[in-house]
């Protein structure tokens, strides 16, 4: 199993551009999550999705859209980029209600 | 929502050296993980712990959920053990993972 996988693994973005992390995983897990990691601190909670189609806020969900049309998959999309979303992206999965996370690489973004 | 604090931030240990890191929590939680995160980044599952005590290696981990503390013990430090340890709760009532702001380990051989 590769668990969980993110591309890319460095981004650099102009204000204003919009682009996509993507994020898979192959344990067959229900829920998956996003989350961003600023420099000094713990993660936040973007937004999450319980199972395929169900999607919801987390802690910092502006700026940020979500899809889940499979199990597997989970991207991130950046609507129009600004300098405050400079920060490194996690993506999670878990294998059910625990929210136990098994996380991927990560996706470090700069915005300029 | 519930608040997670973690003690020391800071710990600089010599190799050999044991050390013990808390995570407080506010509200009571059905889950609780301790993480490493290495000079690289990359965040590795340590202890899932809801309740009782648990151990792999040098690492062992205790969860006293009616008091709303966990604990992390290292044993016999290592270098490689340098990185950020992170404790992370989620609320009984609650459907996310509330992160503390981590504990700094440096290990200095």
């Known amino acids: 199993n590769a668990g969980v996988t993110q591309t890319p693994k460095f981004q650099v973005l102009k204000t204003g551009q919009s682009m996509t992390l993507q994020c898979a995983q192959d344990?067959?897990?229900?829920?998956m999550s996003w989350y961003r990691q600023d420099p000094g601190m713990g993660l936040r909670l973007i937004h999450y999705?319980?199972?395929?189609?169900?999607?919801d806020q987390g802690e910092v969900p502006n700026g940020y859209n979500v899809s889940r049309s499979t199990t597997e998959d989970f991207p991130l999309r950046l609507l129009s980029a600004a300098p405050s979303q400079t920060s490194v992206y996690f993506c999670?999965?878990?294998?059910?209600?625990?929210?136990?996370?098994?996380f991927g690489p990560g996706t470090r973004l700069t915005v300029t | 929502g519930i608040q997670v604090e973690q003690s020391p931030p800071d710990l600089i240990l010599q190799e050999g050296a044991n050390s013990t890191l808390r995570c407080n929590f506010s509200d009571s939680v059905n889950n609780l993980q301790w993480f490493h995160q290495n000079p690289w980044g990359q965040l590795i599952n340590l202890f899932y712990i809801p309740s009782g005590t648990k151990q792999n290696g040098r690492l062992s981990a205790t969860t006293v959920a009616t008091e709303r503390y966990s604990l992390l013990y290292i044993s016999s430090s290592q270098t490689t053990d340098s990185g950020v340890y992170f404790c992370a709760v989620k609320e009984t009532s609650g459907s996310r993972l509330t992160f503390g702001e981590g504990t700094q380990l440096t290990v200095n051989p």
């Open positions: 999670a999965s878990s294998p059910g209600r625990t929210w136990e996370q098994y």
């Open positions: 344990m067959n897990h229900e829920y």
């Open positions: 999705s319980v199972g395929a189609g169900i999607t």
